[in-house]
């Protein structure tokens, strides 16, 4: 059985740094698309950062410059580095990793950006 999970969340001040992580249990790991997403309360999902398994990146314009995607397929992990981080940032972060009609979802990990 195929599982996601992600892991990294917490707390920390504005402008600190965290870095999330997720693993896939599949040896196709490589040829995934991988998505980090977001959701606040009373707000959307939205779509933070993309990696595909080519090693091409995308990332909403709230946050380029700050947080970085990237991945390790020996590992069957990707990453999101994010960096100079403000209480706007505060969030469940969900990864998603896609091809065809496989669509992965983890559980969701908290992130609080607060003083």
Known sequence: ????????????????SLILSCTLSSN??????V???????????ELVAVITGGGNTNYADSVKGRFIISRDNAKNTAYLQ??????????VY??????????FWGQGTQVTVSS
């Open 35 to 45: 998505g980090w997403y977001r959701q606040a309360p009373g707000k959307q999902r």
């Open 82 to 91: 994010m960096d100079s981080l403000k209480p706007e940032d505060t969030a």
């Open 94 to 103: 969900s990864c998603n990793a896609k091809r065809l009609e496989y669509d």
């Open 1 to 16: 059985q195929v599982q996601l999970v992600e892991s990294g969340g917490g707390l920390v001040q504005p402008g600190g």
């Open 28 to 33: 196709l790991f490589r040829i995934y698309t």
